[in-house]
């Protein structure tokens, strides 16, 4: 099960991101996946049911205490935990998930599939979300000469 290039570029045109799983830790993905995306344009809004701020901006506990409907939800999380953030996104009508690398579960996967979600997984978001930053560009075109990107 692959991602598909159509998949990738349909979850960056959302401009509106829940980012579940951003943390106090400033070296963890989530919270440098917001703070990234929050730089390029992005609307996010952090999600942590452990944290009532991040950056000294609201966070929330869950996706249905958020003020408007994302058009996507990141997930950041551990394996275990991404198949109920995916059964809240999708009972909220939310379409769109990507699972950041370590995150991802084939029942999350499955049940996305199965449920008509668009969802992009095994990728990196700041591979893709414009504009790179010279490592994630590096390391983008690295994935491209073995043939690993998606397509």
Request: proline share 5%.
């Amino acid at each position: 099960m692959r991602t598909s290039k159509q998949s990738v570029e349909i979850f960056l045109a959302q401009k509106t991101i829940a980012i579940v799983g951003v943390s106090r830790n400033e070296r963890k993905f989530g919270t440098a996946a917001y703070k990234e995306l929050k730089s390029k344009g992005y609307k996010v809004y952090p999600v942590n049911p452990n944290m009532s701020e991040v950056n000294g901006e609201k966070c929330y506990p869950n996706l249905h205490e958020l003020p408007e409907k994302p058009g996507g939800v990141f997930i950041s999380v551990k394996a275990d935990e991404t198949e109920k953030v995916v059964k809240e996104a999708a009972g909220l009508k939310i379409n769109n998930i990507w699972m950041q690398q370590g995150s991802e579960s084939f029942e999350a996967i499955e049940y996305c599939k199965k449920n008509n979600i668009d969802v992009v997984h095994n990728e990196c978001i700041l591979m893709f979300a414009e504009p790179l930053v010279f490592g994630h560009k590096a390391h983008r075109w690295i994935k491209g000469i073995f043939g690993r990107l998606p397509n």
